[in-house]
Each structure stands twice: as structure tokens, then as C-alpha cells.
């Protein structure tokens, strides 16, 4: 890490704690060095990293707290991690929404990010299993002038289900209802993805939720931060060979990359600002698209799914 005076503390803080992570502990003399900031700034960056359950606090420094793979953070606790990147990712992955498709949302706090980015898209139908993005839409519905929502604004299809600590719905009922449903491009957060486990959750639950999403989509787009490459939780619920493209952020290694880009069609790594934009649609110095496919055309999901006025969508069978 280099001079980093004039960084925000969000940005201070994800530094920190890649740092931790990628050298098993730190030292607060060190962190002060590196980023050129007082004793004391490090100290209220570690004890917020610590508040958050990610760092643990040691004499002298930090060290990774070790999760288990059955442990799952909370919403709110995972909504503080890697904000800029979330960002990145959702503006890379709403560039290959197509309007009038039929797509689908699975929870997680990025994907919430991503929702935040279609209340613009005219004529969309989204299924979800998250009771945080459907409020997205829900709340945008409710500010227009009488609660009408806007003309084109999307319409929603929430599963039911039993809540979970990231307070999407899981379960038979859940299941039951994504079964029936067929949508263009599912845009999935995962807890973990890796070569051995591919994508895995440490919820049982949600893990054959998440099976049944994987099954109704034409197409499958991962959004996952870097801090994803590599974690494995206590379930895995799909192969990588069924993910089409993975949208990430600039803080992935440059052998992770190479490693990722063999292994799927498509890799976008947004927010990357020391490589040229390639495809259409991605903004000059922010978008890489690396593999041979990713982001066709505008970076939108193949095929358009019908939306019909009961919140149903019409496409081939899937297995």
C-alpha cells in the first residue's frame, strides 16, 4: 500500500483489511507507515473492522477472524464490506439488463446494490427471493405521485419462504414457486466461489433455493467481490461450469484472473481503471471484459423473456 492520505475511511479500511487477509495479521505501526496516517486514525479503523466481526483485534495489530463454513453474516453486517466495489459491480452488471426481460435477483447485499440501478429500465419483470430488493422496487413504486409507480416501472415477483439472516426466503415454498418460473439472466451473490466447491452458501436452505434459481435461467451472471475467489462455505449448490460470466471488482489478483478466465466464458472485472474498457457498453476505464464471453453485444443477457401480467415469464423448460 502506498501513500493513502487523502482516502476515505471506507477505502482506508478495505485496505486494511485485504491486508489482513492476504498476510494472516497486521501490525498498527506498519498500517500507519504504509498508509501515512496516525496512530490513532488505525486504531478507529481496526475497532470499526472489528465491530463489523471481519478483523479481530490482537496486541499491537489484527488478525483475520477464522469463520466457520456454517457461519453466516447478517444483512446489515455484510452491507458494511467492500462498498465501492459492490458499486462497481452492480453498474457493470445493470449494463446487461436488456428492457422488457425477464430477470432474476437472488439475495445478498450486492445484488440489492444491482436493484437500486433497474428502477430506470423500463418493462422489466424481476423474481426474487430477497425481501431487501423487492422493498427496492416496492419504495420507488410508492414515491410516485398517488403510489401509481411509473409507466414500464417493473414488476416484482417475491417467492415465500422462511426468512434468513441475510433475510432472503428459502425453503419448499420458495422452491415450489422459482420451479414454475423461467427468466432471461439470474444475477446471483454467492458467500463463496472456488474451483473445488464452486458456488457455496452456509445455508442449507438456501443453497437448493439457489439450486432452483440456477435451473430456471438461461443464463447465469455471478456478482461477487474479490474477497469471494476462494471462500468456500458448508454448501455448494452449483458447478462453475454452470456460471456463464463473473462480474467482479479490480481488487481480484492478476493470477486469480487468469485462473478465473480459463475456467469461465465470461469474466467482467469492474471498476478496474488500469486497463482499457473492451465491448460495448462499459464505461471508458472502469469495465475489462476478459474470456470469450462475456458482454456480448451491450453486455445484455441473451434472449428476452415475455412478462406476462400475473407476474409470470415464458421461456424454454430448464432441468
Known amino acids: 500500500m502506498s501513500d493513502n492520505l487523502n482516502l476515505l475511511a471506507e477505502q482506508r479500511r478495505a485496505l ?39 478483523v479481530e483485534k490482537v496486541h499491537g495489530g489484527a488478525v483475520p477472524v477464522a469463520e466457520a463454513s456454517t457461519h453466516e453474516p447478517g444483512f446489515e453486517a455484510k ?44 418493462d422489466l419483470t424481476v423474481v426474487t427471493n430477497s425481501m431487501r430488493v423487492a422493498d427496492v422496487f416496492h419504495t420507488a413504486r410508492q414515491t410516485e ?3 401509481a409507480g411509473r409507466p414500464g416501472a417493473a414488476m416484482v415477483v417475491l ?91 479490480a481488487g481480484l489478483s492478476a493470477r486469480d484472473r487468469a485462473e478465473i478466465a480459463e475456467l469461465l466464458p465470461g469474466l467482467v472485472v469492474a471498476g478496474d481503471r488500469d486497463e482499457p474498457a473492451e465491448g460495448d457498453g462499459s464505461e471508458a476505464g472502469e469495465v475489462s471484459v476478459e474470456g470469450d464471453g462475456s458482454a456480448e453485444g451491450h453486455g445484455s443477457a441473451e434472449g428476452h423473456g415475455s412478462a406476462k401480467g400475473d407476474g409470470s415469464t415464458k421461456g424454454p423448460d430448464h432441468a
Open 16 to 54: 486494511i483489511l485485504d491486508e489482513v487477509r492476504r498476510r494472516g495479521g497486521v501490525r498498527v505501526n506498519e498500517l500507519t507507515r504504509r498508509l501515512n496516517v496516525s496512530d490513532m486514525t488505525v486504531r478507529r479503523d481496526l475497532d470499526a473492522l472489528s465491530r463489523q466481526g471481519v
Open 145 to 147: 405521485p398517488g403510489g
Open 79 to 122: 452491507s458494511a464490506l467492500e462498498l465501492t466495489a459492490k458499486q462497481d459491480i452492480a453498474r457493470a452488471a445493470a449494463a446487461m439488463v436488456v428492457p422488457g426481460s425477464a430477470i432474476a435477483l437472488s439475495g445478498g447485499t450486492t445484488t440489492y446494490a444491482l436493484a437500486h440501478l433497474l428502477l430506470d429500465v423500463p
Open 159 to 249: 417467492t415465500g419462504g422462511v426468512r434468513t439472516p441475510s433475510d432472503s426466503l428459502v425453503g419448499p415454498v420458495a422452491d415450489q414457486a422459482i420451479r414454475s418460473l423461467h427468466f432471461d439472466v439470474l444475477f446471483l451473490g454467492v458467500h463463496g466461489i472456488s474451483v473445488e466447491a464452486g458456488l457455496s452458501t452456509p445455508n442449507l436452505g438456501e443453497a437448493e433455493t439457489n439450486r432452483r434459481l440456477v435451473g430456471s435461467a438461461r443464463r447465469v451472471v455471478v456478482v461477487a467481490d474479490h474477497t469471494k475467489w476462494g471462500t468456500v462455505g458448508l454448501s455448494s449448490f452449483a458447478t462453475l461450469d454452470q456460471v456463464d460470466t463473473l462480474v467482479t471488482d
